[in-house]
């Protein structure tokens, strides 16, 4: 798969190091005596990429997804599916909103789908165990699902169908026991952690690894001991204890959950889910124009910086610019987001950039409304929702993720036969 792509880098540094005050709240993280998560980050020395409140116009993407999703999808009339039920035009988007953590920055990284899908787990917690978990407080670590993703890897990508298997198989732990990294190591030398964790590492395609998952992939099935005696090679401490809460949250939480996906291949399905108060995932391809990204100024897109701070991302219309360039090589690209809601009714007039030069009208009809990754000062600042402004949050056009994504539910507790 190709690498993801890097924009606008900065030092990890200038994300800051000042964790937010509600990652050090274990104890308001699970209400139970069996399973307490704490602890301190024992690499303090080096600099942290707070994931809470990161802002950064990067916007950082993954590697295109591989699905045969279009081929599968179904377009089925709303007023009646299969079963012969109803749909709503509009769902309760605001009661999902409510059932979402914070919205956070994935910084220089290209893990907008481990964000989703962590996101996504969150929010399943608090829905389906609602006196063990609260999304004011619950905070799970990005950095070890992307370790688990991406540690056998020599390029980064990863999907819902992976990241669910892996929350499935080894569970998670909390963000102040295992912190997010907001930046890329390219090679030992991109930090002084990227050194001290994978320069001993001479085996080439192991190095790799490291640096992209970010600690060494031997680490997983390490002993106790090894992890805990200092001065053996795989002594890391901080691992041993996110790799123990992760397996007791697993062991509590995740002995019924579904070990992937369950993907969604029809649009009453999509909105029956979303309807129910239920948020997914959605995988997918990527369209600088749809999206006001700002890398399309690369092949001479003119951003709609309005549609961008609203967060209201369009269309890759046939004959465009963007449908044209957003699919080469050196632009091809994968997101993933937390669709929070439907509204069919809402129709929007926007003006598409045309490979000819001109600029051509069109009404988009439908949206889906979702929680995004990119922080929230920029990308979605002035999303706003009946009056309400919820920044980090924006809305796609149906048009464009039936044609272009694949939808994802994650299933935790399996309905009784």
Not at 357 to 370: C, E, N, S
Request: glycine share 6%.
């Amino acid at each position: 798969m190709k690498k993801f792509m890097k924009f606008n880098t900065k030092p990890l540094s200038s994300f800051g190091k000042t964790q937010h005050p509600a990652k050090h709240l274990a104890a308001a993280l699970l209400v139970t005596a069996t399973l307490t998560f704490t602890g301190a980050v024992t690499t303090s020395s080096f600099a942290r990429a707070e994931n809470t409140q990161a802002n950064d116009d990067g916007a950082y993407l993954d590697a295109p997804y591989f699905r045969g999703f279009p081929s599968t999808f179904k377009k089925i009339e709303l007023a009646k599916d299969p079963a012969g039920d109803s749909v709503p035009m509009v769902s309760p988007i605001r009661a999902v909103i409510a059932k979402q953590s914070k919205v956070r920055s994935q910084a220089n990284r290209g893990t907008c789908s481990i964000f989703a899908s962590t996101a996504l787990f969150e929010s399943m917690l608090a829905i389906q165990y609602p006196q063990q978990f609260s999304v004011q407080s619950l905070d799970l670590s990005e950095e070890w699902l992307e370790y688990l993703v991406v540690r056998t890897k020599q390029e980064d990508g990863a999907s819902s169908y992976e990241n669910f298997q892996m929350i499935s198989k080894y569970g998670m732990p909390t963000e102040p026991t295992f912190p997010y990294i907001g930046e890329t190591w390219k090679t030992v030398e991109s930090s002084p952690l990227a050194k001290l964790r994978c320069g001993s590492i001479t085996e080439a395609t192991t190095q790799t690894s490291c640096l992209l998952a970010h600690r060494n992939p031997s680490l997983l099935f390490a002993t106790n001991a090894q992890l805990s005696e200092a001065g053996t090679p795989l002594f890391d401490k901080e691992f041993a204890k996110a790799r123990s809460e992760a397996r007791a949250l697993k062991s509590k939480f995740l002995t019924q959950m579904n070990p992937g996906p369950v993907t969604l291949h029809s649009e009453t399905l999509i909105k029956k889910t979303l309807a129910a108060g239920t948020p997914i995932t959605l995988d997918l391809d990527f369209y600088y124009g749809a999206w006001n990204h700002r890398r399309g100024t690369e092949f001479g897109l003119v951003r709609k910086m309005d549609e961008w701070s609203k967060g209201i991302v369009t269309y890759p219309e046939p004959g465009s610019l963007d449908l044209e360039k957003s699919r080469e090589e050196d632009f091809s690209a994968g997101h993933s987001i937390v669709l929070v809601g439907y509204d069919d009714q809402l129709a929007i007039d926007t003006k598409i950039q045309m490979s000819d030069g001109t600029f051509k009208t069109i009404t988009l009809k439908g949206f889906y409304f979702f929680k995004n990754s990119w922080g929230t000062e920029n990308f979605g600042v002035k999303f706003t929702l009946n009056g309400e402004v919820i920044p980090g949050y924006g809305m796609i056009s149906q048009k464009y993720a039936h044609e272009y994504g694949s939808f994802h539910k994650m299933v935790l507790v399996k309905p009784e036969e």
